[in-house]
């Protein structure tokens, strides 16, 4: 497998990047994606990977002492520097080899069919292209892959629904691009995925902020390669 990775954590930042999303953003994902709710998700659903792992948005690295003994090795993706930079300490502490990848996921950088797990958890509401990112995760993993996820995102309530469409702007800048009102398991499905198993529940806290779809999807088999 072929990976250009920059371990250097030198990624030009955007200039529309303010100080709060730079320097607070970063540090309130690594203290709120703590929170009891997200940690049992972790501990259900990351144990599940095995061989060469491409884990995308990998944040501050919470999911990195859930991978069992399967895993060979790690590809950890993720734009921000700084969140990187709090993954890297903590990949220390296990035995796996983690490699990181300093960019976003609508352009990765590994050969085709060449990772078994996807792991994806929160990333998906915060990927500005997510169609594009789906479809180059479709490329990557191999057809008898496996996608792991947990991800918040619209609920089927109307009244929710329009609760998270009144509160996304706001949210949006708040959280420096987080989404409620995806549909995640349609973006899973239209990329070439299908998800075998899909799990959708309220975890803990209001609702336009906790609709949860978590669970695995495969390659959809009558898709040999993602569409152009
Ligand atoms: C809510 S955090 C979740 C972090 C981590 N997955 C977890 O479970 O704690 C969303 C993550 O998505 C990352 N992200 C944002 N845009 C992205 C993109 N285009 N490609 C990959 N990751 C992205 C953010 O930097 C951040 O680490």
């Not at 700084?82 to 300093?102: G, N, S, T, W």
């Not at 949210?171 to 995640?184: A, M, P, V």
Request: net charge positive.
């Amino acid at each position: 497998m072929q990976a250009t990775i920059d371990n250097s954590v030198s990624i030009a930042t955007p200039q529309y990047m303010n100080l709060y999303q730079k320097w607070m953003v970063p540090r309130l994902v690594d203290v709120v994606m703590r929170n009891r709710a997200a940690t049992r998700y972790r501990s259900l659903i990351v144990p599940k990977a095995c061989g060469t792992v491409f884990e995308i948005g990998i944040g501050s690295g919470l999911n990195l002492p859930f991978y069992g003994t399967g895993v060979e090795r790690i590809y950890g993706l993720d734009p921000s520097e700084e969140l990187l930079a709090m993954a890297r300490k903590k990949a220390r502490a296990i035995a796996i080899p983690v490699d990181f990848i300093a960019r976003a996921c609508e352009e990765i950088p590994l050969d085709d069919s060449s990772v078994d797990t996807v792991v994806m958890t929160w990333t998906l509401c915060s990927i500005a292209d997510p169609a594009k990112a789906l479809k180059e995760l479709r490329r990557v993993i191999k057809s008898g892959g496996t996608l792991l996820f947990v991800e918040h995102g619209l609920a089927p309530e109307i009244r929710v629904q329009t609760w998270q469409q009144r509160l996304n702007p706001l949210w949006c800048k708040l959280t420096g691009g987080s989404n409620l009102n995806r549909k995640i398991d349609q973006l899973i499905r239209t990329a070439g995925f299908d998800p075998a198993e899909l799990k959708t529940e309220y975890a803990e806290g209001p609702r336009p902020f906790s609709y949860t779809y978590s669970g695995q999807a495969r390659p959809d088999a009558c898709i040999t390669r993602a569409p152009q």
